[in-house]
């Protein structure tokens, strides 16, 4: 029996939502700007919504800006037009007075650019992945518009007082009866999850660029990746011997994908020197990545999951 659910790794905040969809009161943390931003919007905000009026006034008024984003990314990600759209956006958000306002706002902005990005991601230049969908043919502006739509639409009070935090997981404080679940950046020499690779540019947009390096070497204008113990095997196993420790008088649930290191049989070790009962949940998930049909079914995309509780 819990009360509070703290989601650790929160990334896109599903689990987050999901946990404060049950009523639970939920503490949603990661160190990427990006995910904080979403779940200030949508966890702990259990009311704002963005006014019609407020988002006319965002695209609209013109105010003079720093020309950041159209002078540093010319040419790389989107048209000209399309740069100095989101210079303007970001420069009229700074302005709004409500953090939920803003939080919003910063949101559907990240979502309107990942939208209008093929792929949704910013690890290549250009735009030779464009393949003529819709979300490549609409605008920008209507873009950001549907994006506040939707993000007003999952905006719900589920009588708790959530959280939204950005930092170090280790430092997210417990409560007694709360869960603490945990999905990692699981390290694999053979999969990449660098998210600041990925998505450095709304990661940028999330944090104003504030307190990163662009690395101008770069042919993509990245900055440099976050410090994470994740990034190595050695790395990860010492990061859950840490957090097992650390969150040893909660409920722990942990999410894990077989092609992951630490192994499954390491991870039950290093839990069970902190929990009388570990249990291990199959769950039946396959990953695929792209739309063509002989490689939805692909054999070679088949990942176990499992959900270890530790209790």
Not at 161 to 178: H, Q
């Amino acid at each position: 029996h819990y009360n509070t659910a703290i989601d650790l790794f929160a990334g896109s905040g599903v689990v987050s939502y999901m946990f404060k969809s049950h009523g639970k009161r939920v503490i949603s943390n990661d160190h990427m700007h990006m995910s904080w931003q979403y779940a200030k919007a949508m966890i702990e905000n259990n009311e704002q919504h963005l006014s019609d009026a407020t988002v006319d006034r965002l695209l609209n008024k013109k105010l003079k800006t720093n020309r950041f984003v159209e002078k540093t990314f010319s040419g790389l990600y989107y048209s000209d037009a399309d740069n100095r759209l989101i210079d303007q956006l970001r420069f009229n958000i700074g302005e709004l007075i409500n953090p939920y306002d803003r939080a919003i706002a910063t949101s559907a902005l990240m979502r309107a650019c990942t939208k209008k990005r093929a792929r949704g991601i910013f690890t290549y230049t250009g735009f030779r992945y464009d393949d003529g969908r819709r979300d490549l043919q609409i605008p920008l502006d209507q873009h950001f518009r549907l994006a506040v739509k939707a993000i007003n639409n999952a905006v719900f009070d589920n009588g708790q007082r959530n959280l939204a935090i950005c930092g170090d997981a280790l430092n997210v404080k417990t409560s007694k009866n709360s869960l603490v679940y945990m999905d990692p950046p699981y390290y694999s020499p053979l999969s990449d999850n660098e998210y600041v690779r990925r998505y450095h540019f709304i990661e940028g947009i999330a944090r104003g660029w504030r307190g990163v390096k662009i690395q101008d070497h770069t042919k993509t204008k990245k900055f440099a990746s976050y410090a994470t113990p994740f990034s190595s095997r050695q790395g990860a196993f010492n990061a859950f011997e840490t957090l097992f420790k650390r969150f040893s008088k909660n409920i722990l649930l942990v999410s894990y994908a077989s092609n992951g290191l630490p192994t499954m049989d390491e991870i039950i070790q290093l839990m069970g020197r902190y929990k009388n009962h570990v249990d291990v949940i199959p769950l039946k998930h396959r990953y695929s990545f792209g739309n063509q049909g002989h490689k939805v079914m692909d054999n070679n995309n088949a990942v176990s999951e499992y959900l270890f509780l530790g209790h």
